[in-house]
């Protein structure tokens, strides 16, 4: 089952959309991908899929092993993307990730004009396309495109926590 998540009162809701099995099967690939990076970062991974459903791009968090505030799997796998097409706009491509994208991510994506987002888990403090705000339809969008959330959220939602609780007992 897929899920739209909206901001109503800077917290996420589902409704019902049709069943796509091919962000599950993408959605899945992120999640077991997530497993490995989890191991020495963040647990987020993204990929960048073209109109023919190909994978052109593909980044994890490495804000931490790189000690780069930019490093965002999102903004990675947009990098290696960009240099496969040779252009900056992805207006017939779509990102899926595991979790929604922050306000810096959500910034990139509208700049590079992708036609469609989608992710797994609602982030209510720092989500950028809904979670806590939702810059796909604020004023000073210049680009429409598609938010689809909740694909696999809750495992998504659980391999993140279980990650972070992990961290805490090692402190």
Known sequence: MKYIFENRNRNCFQKELNHNSEYIKWMKYILRRSKVIGKIEIPISAVVIDEKGRCIGR???????????????????LKQASLVINDWRFNKC?????????????SVLIQARMGRVIYGACD????????????????????????????????????????????????
């Open 59 to 77: 980044g994890s968090n490495k804000r931490n092993s790189n000690n780069d505030p930019l490093g965002h799997a999102e903004i990675i796998a």
């Open 94 to 106: 779509q990102i899926i990730t595991n979790l929604e994208p922050c306000t810096m991510c959500a």
């Open 124 to 171: 209510a403090k720092r989500g950028g396309l809904g979670g806590s705000i939702d810059l796909s339809k604020h004023k000073s969008s210049h680009h429409n495109m598609e938010v689809i959330g909740g694909i696999l959220g809750e495992e998504c939602k659980e391999s993140l926590q279980v990650w972070f609780k992990n961290l805490r007992s090692q402190k």
